[in-house]
């Protein structure tokens, strides 16, 4: 089976910099994805990690341990656009490439 | 980034009704997903579909859900007997070749 755990919530201050973790136990597993999805809209990608590391892109960065079922997205230089919810979901090896979402922590940038 | 539209945005039915939930990817993949995700919850695998075959279904994609792609084109997933819990938002998502998947903007679907 698969089991994806993130914070349900987190508030940070436009200017500062968040982390969000995940952590994962999966059946396979061949990546980890990050998406922001606003408030009835759809999922939109930001991030994809298959091998252990940091991914940087713009002020998103993406980091993944493998070994300990672990991945954080971080975010810098908040913008109030920011406030979103943000998914962590896994694509297992096993399938058809398909992804498993975790239920998203929901951020909250304040002034 | 690449797109894919969903018709219609919206989709009311009363309950025992059939639904027929459209996308339409702007370029040619052969991977295609259907997800789903009920209000205030996480984003649920449906099934996908490669090469004009179901690849993969999950639990949830059981005997009252059918998806095509009739014309080579537009890509559909059918719910033949719509039961108040199918209510959600229904996304399609297409991947690229470097494995990311992206979503299209989804349907609503209400069922009353």
């Known amino acids: 089976g698969q089991n994806i755990d993130q914070p349900t919530e987190m508030t940070a201050t436009e200017g500062a910099i968040v982390q969000i973790n995940c952590t994962y136990q999966?059946?396979?597993?061949?990546?980890l994805f990050w998406y922001q999805q606003h408030a009835g809209e759809a999922p939109t990608f930001l991030s994809y990690?298959?091998?252990?590391g940091l991914e940087e892109k713009g002020r998103f960065s993406s980091f993944l341990s493998r070994s300990k079922g672990y991945s954080y997205l971080l975010l810098k230089e908040l913008q109030m656009k920011d406030s979103a919810s943000y998914l962590c979901?896994?694509?297992?090896?096993?399938?058809?490439?398909?992804?498993?979402f975790g239920t998203g922590t929901r951020l909250t940038v304040i002034p | 980034e690449p797109e894919v539209t969903q018709t219609p945005s919206h989709q009311v039915t009363q309950m025992g009704q059939e639904v027929i939930l459209r996308c339409v990817p702007i370029?040619?993949?052969?991977?295609f997903y259907w997800y789903r995700q009920i209000l205030g919850q996480k984003v649920e695998f449906l099934v996908s579909?490669?090469?004009?075959?179901?690849?993969?279904k999950s639990e949830i994609f059981d005997d009252q859900f059918s998806v095509e792609r009739p014309d080579g084109s537009n890509f559909t997933l059918k719910i033949r007997s719509t039961k108040l819990e199918d209510s959600a938002m229904y996304f399609c998502?297409?991947?690229?070749?470097?494995?990311?998947?992206?979503f299209g903007p989804g349907t609503r679907l209400t069922v009353t």
């Open positions: 979901a896994v694509r297992d090896w096993a399938g058809a490439n398909n992804l498993f």
């Open positions: 999966t059946s396979g597993f061949n990546g």
């Open positions: 990690n298959v091998l252990d």
């Open positions: 370029s040619n993949h052969l991977y």
């Open positions: 579909f490669y090469n004009n075959e179901i690849s993969e």
């Open positions: 998502a297409k991947q690229q070749g470097s494995g990311e998947q992206y």
